[in-house]
């Protein structure tokens, strides 16, 4: 029994990750209806940026960790402006931003490696290694810390878009962005302030992950997982990112648990087709018709 | 001089890549669905083509066409389910169908698990690879310049409009998946009996998007396109090498350059053909005929 | 008899009603207009006919068959097609390419034959099917330009056409299936008098040319009540009257609703 | 200007791809090729090979070279993936000429490159390949294949013999990558051995290369209670894996292969992997280890990986193969070069005739300790 509750937290724990990186990258989907691939990118360079910033400019983490949250917003406008932004004019179709998100994903990663190099850096510790015990149950403090971070920030952003008036902008874009235009609003600023949120999310996203896991190039990989996530809940549904993403990860836990490790993603696909069979549109996305 | 040996060697793998890559053209630039599961299709091909010959002694271009139809199999299994997701529902389903592929290969010990198959026949020569590359050409462009291909590109263009006028799109989506997972599964085979070699990390998700920016570089709509950009794409690393750890960035680079500044790709989705090229000469020699003249 | 009866049709989405129990018919070879202020179902209704939207309630018999739970291809393969609002051409192709695409309703020849037929010597390929139907599929092609006049600008991409001829572009891509009902969705928006004039002519000619019936929604009153044999009033998503022009222009309860919901298109 | 455009680029992708081959072959220098992953995951390793390689021949020409020549290095970049290193090899021996191959890093490079090497009669000596069927496929040697790492039989017979023979340890749990075909490998073995001895498997869990949670797995291991852990994997995950265990209360001693060391290990994991036991190719402290693990960092900042060690015994290997042939013959290179014995800085090797693979080499046993590389002693499997 203890070893099910204690999976049932490994899997909270790996969801929270998840979730804080399918956030940003459901919010920025919800306004452009493309998956930025780039944003994988940002949350590595978000993690470098945390890194350097606590061992080269010993600032304290609290510091670090927004600051680094700025710099991965200013870059993520960034990559708006160089690699989205010339195809929004152009209006291109959606494949011609996700090659160039993908684009940007292969140049991030690697002027990385060819740059600072492909070590594994390690974190100074901030959290004590000790995990809090609660009988046979152990719960890591990062772990802990992460949950809250990621429930803080993320209850931020849902009252952020639900109860103000620039999220109201926000969401009146996402939804119809020439009416939006028309009746005022400044979509190209709301366009460069999704990223910035999106980017700054994943800043945050970086750091944390880099103190859990060490930073390297190949960080942004595990934000497929996110992606896939994202699908769970409903692309473009910030509630839909939290909840897939934590499913995912307390499926993906059970299946290594109880199933089998070997087969883990085999059968997270298999479910993910069966929820996209049954609820096209994930579980918290709306089912829309095309209008003619 | 550039040696005729490594050259060879470039030419074969171009003109192995450009199996799937056409498979891929056809269905991301015809009929406008994105797939990021395409070296699974190749994957299956390619293991399938291998358990053939290895286990049941089928020559070569059975296995190989064997290995193309089981391919096409699975992406009408794959199809019937997942066709009828919208955009990146669909990305995220083939993205996910490949890596599980990936995932089940390494598991499966009879076929070597993740330290993969060695000791397959070298089979494939340059010209095999030749011609079947002009093969399957040939029979893309038939079918892209017949009322289904036509069809198809409708269904990219304006698929309510499609319906409206009596195409089955879901018909169509199938079609061509299904054609561009058999491209790609004859691809997997070929690629399998040049290396000797097979291993699930060859079809990683990194192969399927570099298939996909092949397509997207030699320009959507356009097999001419496709056919330019990967013999200048598989090139290109070549021509990169010796910029060791710099090559991939120059890559993205490139990606995202040519999105910006050239989205229609290299071909801009026109065709170089045979009356193109008659007719351009013709204008040449009249040209030069006239200037004769004075 | 009737081309269409739509027998008690009902659409929600969601907890909206957007056609409340819908019926009238549309008499074989007549022109019928469907009308009604902005947002009174219309458009819907052409939706649930051809098929694009799934009914909630009601029936849909078009040339005897019941036809409400088809998908759209099938219903245009019936016989059944449309223009669009908000105009959906192949945007990306020429005038003729759109054409042409639209045309495939009459060839059946196979994806094998065209593979094997496409890159042959003429000499062979000229007694298969193949090369028979593409070049039928050509002429046919040809023939929809000339009548909708848009020989001209056939090399045009679709896109940069001028807004009326993407109107016509539409009703000839349309044609192509040789329809025997034809919805047009306001084919006259955003055309000046003699535009509309012009199109009102065109209509009555097609539907006399290609021999079928027109099931017509449209705001310019002059161009319905000139041509239409009947017209239906829709108001919020409910039937509110049915009959000639002359009986629609003096009931004093579509007055109402038009000038009431203050739109008097 | 589009076409013209695209024309210009076209030309410039011409020209550059014969660019590269306009050097003029110099009478006195030859070239030795090098491949292995500059680019991708797997980069942390190719980079320091290939540094390794650079200094090791920059220090042979600064001492008079080799029968005479100078020797240039050509190093390509493959990203780990085999149709790559295919590419490259092809290139290495037709239009760089190299007399001979270092590399690459991974079997599945190493297999698919076998095929052209016979055919341009170059051999290759590969640093870390570890898959048995590099050197011999169906019984039979591959003529131009070498190595100069011991084999996945091998060190997972050894890891085994050792925690049941030597340390006495009846259960052991093995959390292995299941994309990886050298940690697949090591398991096979591993388990076969360990069960062959009397040994029990009591938890066998996957993951998949990339992961960085392993929690959901040794959760498992810890409810089977293993006496062992065996982590055939790289540093990277072992420092997370060891962490979550230790995090999740799991006590028991942990053992890995060669693709632990390496001086990160201990910033990364603390305390987590103190006690534990490795099998490698070297003890790092053995006296004669030190002038190159000095050099290296003085030269690039940095400590070497284990891959930097293996390297530069594979050139040791070549070049005096090479003075033996006394030749820079493909052929002759790959006579000499069976048989050959040599003492490099991972002990004495000798590669054997009918296998390739430097034979009887022993392993060392090493022990962290105070987060201290200790070694224990040099074991070989009975």
């Known amino acids: 029994m203890s070893g099910f509750i204690q999976q049932i937290i490994n899997g909270l724990s790996i969801g929270s990750v998840y979730a804080l990186m399918a956030v940003g990258y459901s919010l920025v989907y919800s306004i452009m209806n493309f998956s930025n691939f780039a944003h994988g990118g940002i949350i590595m360079f978000g993690a470098y940026f945390g890194f350097f910033f606590m061992t080269l400019y010993k600032f304290p983490f609290s510091v670090a960790f927004i600051a680094s949250g700025i710099c991965a917003a200013l870059m993520a406008i960034l990559v708006e402006r160089v690699a989205y932004k010339p195809l929004r004019d152009r209006r291109a179709p959606f494949l011609y931003f996700i090659i160039s998100a993908m684009g940007v994903s292969i140049f991030l990663e690697n002027i990385i490696i060819a740059t600072i190099g492909p070590t594994f850096r390690t974190y100074p510790e901030v959290f004590s290694a000790q995990p809090i015990k609660i009988g046979n149950l152990a719960i890591g403090r990062i772990d802990l810390t992460m949950f809250i971070i990621s429930a803080v920030f993320l209850v931020l952003l849902i009252y952020l878009i639900d109860h103000t008036k620039i999220g109201k902008a926000i969401q009146a874009t996402s939804f119809n962005m020439k009416a939006s235009a028309l009746m005022g609003i400044n979509t190209d600023f709301i366009i460069l302030l999704v990223f910035g949120l999106g980017g700054f999310l994943a800043g945050l996203a970086g750091v944390l992950f880099g103190m859990k896991y060490t930073v390297y190039p190949q960080i942004g990989n595990i934000t497929l997982k996110s992606f896939i996530a994202a699908v769970f809940g409903g692309l473009g549904s910030l509630q839909g990112a939290v909840i897939g993403s934590v499913l995912l990860g307390i499926i993906e836990t059970i299946t290594s648990g109880y199933i089998s490790s070997q087969y883990r993603d085999l059968i997270a696909f298999v479910l993910l087709i069966f929820i996209l069979v049954v609820r096209p549109m994930g579980l918290m996305g709306k089912v829309t018709e095309d209008k003619a | 001089m550039l040696s005729w040996y490594y050259l060879k060697g470039i030419i074969m793998l171009a003109g192995i890549y450009l199996l799937p890559v056409l498979g891929l053209s056809l269905l991301t630039g015809f009929t406008g669905l994105f797939s990021f599961g395409h070296a699974g299709f190749m994957a299956i091909g390619g293991y399938t083509t291998a358990f053939m010959m290895m286990k049941l002694e089928v020559p070569f271009i059975p296995a190989i066409l064997m290995g193309g139809l089981f391919a096409a199999f699975f992406s009408f299994i794959i199809g019937k389910l997942t066709l009828k997701l919208k955009g990146d529902y669909f990305c995220i389903a083939t993205l996910g169908f490949g890596e599980a592929i990936r995932l089940l290969l390494d598991n499966i010990q009879y076929f070597g698990g993740a330290r993969g198959w060695p000791g397959l026949p070298l089979k494939t020569t340059l010209i095999t690879v030749i011609i079947i590359d002009i093969i399957a050409v040939i029979l893309l462009r038939n079918i892209i310049r017949s009322r289904h291909g036509r069809n198809m590109i409708a269904v990219r263009e304006e698929e309510l409009a499609s319906s409206i006028i009596g195409i089955d799109t879901f018909k169509y989506k199938m079609i061509s998946l299904v054609i561009s997972a058999f491209y790609a599964g004859v691809g997997g085979g070929l690629l399998g009996t040049y290396l000797g070699f097979l291993q699930p990390k060859i079809f990683s998700l990194t192969r399927s998007t570099e298939l996909t920016i092949i397509v997207i570089f030699g320009g959507l709509g356009s097999l001419t396109g496709s056919v330019v950009g990967t013999i200048l794409l598989i090139a290109l690393p070549e021509i990169l090498r010796s910029f060791a750890n710099w090559r991939l960035v120059v890559y993205g680079v490139i990606v995202v350059f040519i999105m910006i500044a050239r989205p229609e790709g290299l071909m801009g989705g026109k065709e170089l053909s045979f009356d193109v090229l008659r007719n351009l000469f013709r204008k040449r020699v009249k040209e030069a005929k006239a200037e004769g003249g004075k | ?265 | 200007m589009k076409k013209f455009l695209s024309l210009l680029v076209v030309f410039a992708l011409v020209i550059s791809l014969f660019s590269g081959c306009a050097k003029k072959e110099a009478g006195d220098v030859i070239k030795v090729g090098w491949i292995g992953p500059l680019s991708g995951d797997q980069a942390v390793w190719g980079q320091c090979e290939s540094n390794a390689v650079k200094m090791f021949f920059e220090e042979l020409n600064n001492n008079g070279g080799l029968l005479g020549k100078k020797v240039e290095v050509v190093a390509y970049d493959t990203r780990g993936d085999g149709t790559e290193a295919v590419n490259a090899v092809r290139r290495l021996t037709s239009q760089d000429k190299v007399i001979a191959i270092i590399g690459p890093n991974s079997s599945g490079q190493a297999i698919p490159i076998s095929s052209i090497l016979e055919e341009m009669k170059v051999p290759d000596i590969a640093t870390v390949a570890t898959n048995p069927k590099v050197t011999v496929v169906d019984g039979k040697v591959k003529p131009f294949n070498f190595r100069i790492c011991f084999i996945d039989p091998y060190q997972g017979a050894v890891a085994a013999g050792y925690a049941i023979d030597v340390l006495g340890f009846k259960k052991a749990a093995i959390l292995y990558d299941i994309g990886d075909d050298y940690s697949q490998g090591l398991t096979q073995y591993f388990e076969e051995t360990f069960t062959k001895k009397g040994g029990q498997v009591v938890a066998k869990e996957g993951f998949k290369t990339g992961d960085v949670d392993f929690r959901p797995q040794l959760t498992k291991i810890k409810a089977a209670n293993p006496d062992i852990i065996f982590m055939p994997y790289y540093y990277k995950e072992v420092a997370l894996s060891a962490k979550q265990a230790r995090e999740l209360g799991i006590t028991a001693t942990l053992m890995g292969g060669d693709g632990w060391p390496s001086e990160q290990l201990m910033t990364m994991a603390g305390d987590a992997v103190e006690g534990s036991y490795i099998i490698n190719h070297l003890d790092f402290d053995d006296p004669e280890v030190q002038p190159f693990r000095n050099k290296y960092k003085q030269k690039f900042g940095k400590d070497s990986e284990i891959n930097g060690y293996l390297a530069t015994d594979a050139c040791t290997l070549l070049v005096e193969a090479i003075k033996k042939a006394n030749s820079f013959e493909g052929e002759k290179i790959k006579e000499a070069l069976e048989g050959i014995e040599i003492k490099g800085i991972t002990g004495n090797i000798k590669i054997g005739k009918d296998t390739h693979n430097p034979e009887n080499k022993e392993a060392a046993i090493i022990k962290i300790e105070n987060g201290k590389y200790k070694f224990v002693e040099k074991y070989a499997v009975k």
């Not at chain 3, 019926?23 to 469907?34: A, K, N």
């Not at chain 3, 042409?100 to 037929?117: D, P």
């Open chain 3, 1 to 265: 008899m009737n081309i269409l009866q739509v027998n008690g049709l009902t659409k929600q989405f969601g907890g909206l009603t957007a056609v409340n129990d819908v019926t009238f018919d549309v008499e074989r070879g007549s022109i019928t207009g469907l009308i009604g202020p902005n947002g009174a179902g219309k458009t819907t209704i052409f939706n649930l006919v051809t098929g694009v939207y799934k009914v909630t309630g009601g029936k849909i018999v078009f040339d005897g068959k019941e036809i409400q739970n088809e998908e759209a291809f099938k219903i245009a393969n019936m016989g059944i097609t449309r223009t669009f609002q908000n105009i959906r051409l192949f945007k990306r192709l020429t005038v003729y390419e759109n054409v042409l695409t639209a045309c495939q309703y009459n060839a059946n020849y196979s994806l094998f034959e065209a593979m094997v037929f496409g890159l042959v010597p003429k000499k062979i390929k000229r007694n298969s099917r193949f090369y028979r139907e593409e070049k039928l599929l050509k002429e046919q092609a040809e023939e929809l330009m000339e009548i909708l006049g848009l020989q001209d600008r056939r090399n045009f991409i679709a896109n940069n056409l001028p807004y009326g001829f993407q109107r016509r572009l539409e009703i000839a891509r349309a044609l192509a299936l040789r329809p025997k009902l034809l919805l047009l969705d306001e084919p006259a928006a955003g055309m000046n008098p003699e535009e509309t004039e012009k199109l009102t002519e065109l209509i009555a000619f097609i539907r006399d040319k290609f021999d079928l019936s027109v099931l017509l929604i449209e705001h310019h009153m002059d161009l319905v009540m000139e041509i239409c044999d009947k017209i239906v009033v829709l108001n919020f998503g409910c039937k509110l009257a049915e009959g000639t022009p002359k009986e629609i222009q003096q009931n004093p309860e579509v007055q109402k609703a038009y000038l009431g919901g203050g739109n008097n298109a």
